[in-house]
């Protein structure tokens, strides 16, 4: 009833509100739809900016892109596709760095480095093949230097290099070192070859340009004293032929000279070639020849250049020279021609004619004199006068001259000093290199010392470890062998030793089946004696009286324990009976249960008192109860029992049904479980009951043990 | 035997009231003449007091063996 009181209540308040709620409920599914979808909207936004925001910082972070694309399965396709490859990704930055490895190795050297490079791939080779650094190698080719070609090369070799056995190493040195020598027999020979001729026509000319040198003096020194000197006439012509001859000579002797020069020039250029030829060529040795030479030639060059400048400054000295005498000339022949003229009789030398001449001739002659003499002396004022002019003209064109010979002098002599600084240059390379060589000997030796050391080592390791294996293999099939040894022998062992034993347990087994008879006969005689008393004891329980319990087991409890005093099991069980039978017996079931039948109105009486419940009201009540229900006299059991069963009406008809049908154990088992003041009255009852139950219990075991020996001990005919 | 005792028990119960009943009612006659001028209140009351009295007595005994007594300590066994 309070419920239907509450949902009147319910319906009385919300049946007004009934339609607000609808309303509220139709704004809310409509609003539902409308925020289904802004929810919708919003998480669509939501992913959609992540997304973004995930791309746009990967964009400014490669580290943060790499991690992304590591973590999330498809993001580095959808990365890819947004921002391009990444430039970060580990796989690409190892290919960079290889190749930033591989390509400044072959920078453009010039050839002079390259001689040197040789030796050293091969201990790159020797270095590689030991240690597990993959060394980039260097170009092993010992063609010419073209760059190109050797980058090919060192392409070939990027990949993993394999280990040259050490005789194809030292056959390739070997070969090596025997093409070197080759090339440098061939070179110096050739060197030599040039230098000697280059030599011979370089001093052939120098000692031409001497020649010419000398000759150019003397003619010189000879036009000039024949200028100056004032000689007899025979002797002037004696003069004028040697002039003449001299003049030859040094003609002569430039033109030696001069061809001398070209041949020697050419010698030179020759050499200079040869020089540079071998240059080219990488062997180390060849350099401090074709430095000697070119030394050589710098030095033939200069002698030589030295010399033509000699020859040239003395021949403008006689040009000089010349041009004076050509001047005289001019001028005796001229007044000779005027001489001639005035007194065409008169011969020409004039000296021999004093007196041979007129006083008109001398006359005219001193006339002619006297004109010439003013003549000269205009002639010296005039030039007087334009002295000066003269003087500058002829010092601008001395300075002009003056300095194209010293632009020349300059010229060759800053080419021979570049010249000498260039020599000065190689020679201190190959010094340098010479000594770099050196170092470079040293530290491969080094090498290979550590190397064979390290082999050793190594060696050494291995000779142990492959020593303690088979010593390992060697005892292990030692073991094998002693255990297989040892197992025979023990199964040899085994076997006589079973035999043995089978032999002397039948032997005892004969002996024990003997000794067993004897015993077993004393067995069942004490069984029997067993038997007789238990069934004494069991004898005394039917004693019991209506009333009355049985007479004391004492006694026959007493005969057990005499007939059986080395049973243990027995004398236990004697032993197990409670005192209340020994000393007073026991009642019969018939007994209890009438006395049962007695108890169970008092029960019933006092079924609704307990510890809280004991006031006389309540007795009042329980006594009514007792009155006014009705129960079955005797109920089935059930076989498992409910809370509902343990009401002592209940129990009561299930205990009486159980004793009807001579279950005792049961009938108490149910009455145990009353509770309260009912089970006060019955205590004594139950007391009895189970003595009973625990003497017949030991009574029907000692009866079974009894049988059991009694049949254990019975011999089968 | 237990199922006697609560026999016993009444028996005792209802000596117990006869007497106290009866002796309520003699005082309470007693009470009556002497001091309350045969008002018949003092009887009732007597008679009342006695059989209370019978009551109570009886519904102790009845009750004796669930009752702690007061020396007894709460969680202590009780040695028979």
Redesign the interface.
Known sequence: SPCYVSLALYKCLYGRAHPTNLQHHRHYTSGESSGAAKVVAVGLVTLGSSIGGTVLYAKWDPKFRTAVEKNIPYSDWLLGMALGPNPYSPVTAHKKQVSKFITPKYPTTPPDVNMGLESSAEASHIISAISEVPSVPAPHDTEAAVLTEECKECHHHEGPLKERPAEEVTARLAQQEQEDQDILASVSASLEESLASSAKTTLQAIGAQEAALQAIGSHTHKLKEAMEAEVPPDQKSAQWRDLETALAERRSTVNDAGAALLKARDALDSLRSVIDKAKESKVAAVQPLVLAAEENLHSMVVDLDQAVTKVQSAESEAKIVSQYTELVNEAKRQFQKELSSLTPEIQANWKGLTGKLSADDLNALIAHAHRRIDQLNRELAEQRVREQVHIEAALEQQKLEDQKALDKAVHTATQHSKEEARLEQERKLSELREVMEAEMRTQLRRQAAAHTDHLRDILKVQEQELRSEAEQVLNSKMLEQETHYRQLTQEQLDNFTLDMNAAYARLKGMEEAIDSHVIAEEEARKAHQLWLSVEALSYTLKTAGSDLPTKPLESAVQAIQDSCCNNEFALALASALPEESLRRGVYSEASLRSRFNSLRSMVRRVALIDESHNSLYQYFLSYLQAALLFEEKQAMPPTQLTNEDLDPFKLLSYASYCLEHEDLELAAKFVNQLRGEARRVVQDWLTEARLTLETRQVVTLLSAYANAVGLGTTQAP | ???K??GKKWDRCLADCAVKVGAGLGLGVVFSVVFFKRHTWPISFGLGTGLGMA?SN??ND??S??LLHRSMKVGWTKQQ
């Open positions: 035997m237990s199922e005792e609560l009551y009886c519904q009845l009750r063996h669930y």
